[in-house]
């Protein structure tokens, strides 16, 4: 049986790269709505119950390939300015977006599957490795 040319990251060709963690954070964050840079950060912390602090370099540095990429656009939509500071940008999911983010989060759910299936994870059921109680 023939494998499939792989990509340079490892990936089938045609297949969209794996997404840096950053990157799959910020379009998991934007998944809930839109959101300024600094909600951003404060959503992933909160995702990740504060493993994972985004520093405004990686941020916005991955805002930018991110916007260049066509995953998020900069949302035109800004709330009551009375209530906000009007410098702040808002970015949004773009549908590419959500469709190389389903991916991925397809891709990381494949590997959990594996860590289960070598018992590095529980069960789904139960809380011991492997599932068998």
Same mark, same amino acid.
């Given at each position: 049986?023939?494998?499939?040319?792989? &990509?340079?990251?490892?990936?089938? /060709?045609?297949?969209?790269?794996? #997404?840096?963690?950053? *990157?799959?954070?910020?379009?998991?964050?934007?998944? !809930?709505? @839109? /959101?300024? !840079?600094?909600?951003?950060?404060? @959503?992933?912390?909160?995702?990740?119950? &504060?493993?994972? +602090?985004?520093?405004?370099?990686? #941020? %916005?540095?991955?805002?930018?390939?991110? #916007? !260049?990429?066509?995953?998020?656009?900069?949302?035109?939509? +800004?709330?009551?300015?009375?209530?906000?500071?009007?410098?702040?940008?808002? %970015?949004?999911?773009?549908?590419?977006?959500?469709?190389?983010? *389903?991916? @991925? *989060?397809?891709?990381?759910?494949?590997?959990? &599957?594996?860590?289960?299936?070598?018992?590095?994870?529980?069960?789904? @059921?139960? &809380?011991?490795?492997?599932?068998?109680?």
């Amino acid at each position: 049986m023939r494998q499939a040319r792989r &990509g340079p990251q490892g990936t089938p /060709r045609g297949a969209p790269p794996a #997404l840096t963690p950053a *990157a799959f954070h910020i379009l998991l964050a934007l998944a !809930g709505g @839109e /959101r300024h !840079g600094y909600a951003i950060m404060q @959503e992933v912390e909160a995702l990740t119950v &504060g493993a994972l +602090r985004l520093g405004p370099g990686t #941020l %916005y540095g991955t805002i930018k390939r991110l #916007l !260049g990429a066509g995953l998020i656009a900069e949302s035109g939509e +800004r709330p009551d300015p009375t209530l906000d500071d009007e410098r702040r940008r808002y %970015y949004r999911l773009t549908a590419l977006g959500e469709r190389v983010a *389903a991916d @991925e *989060a397809r891709r990381l759910d494949r590997l959990v &599957g594996a860590a289960r299936e070598r018992r590095l994870l529980p069960g789904p @059921e139960a &809380g011991t490795p492997g599932g068998d109680g």
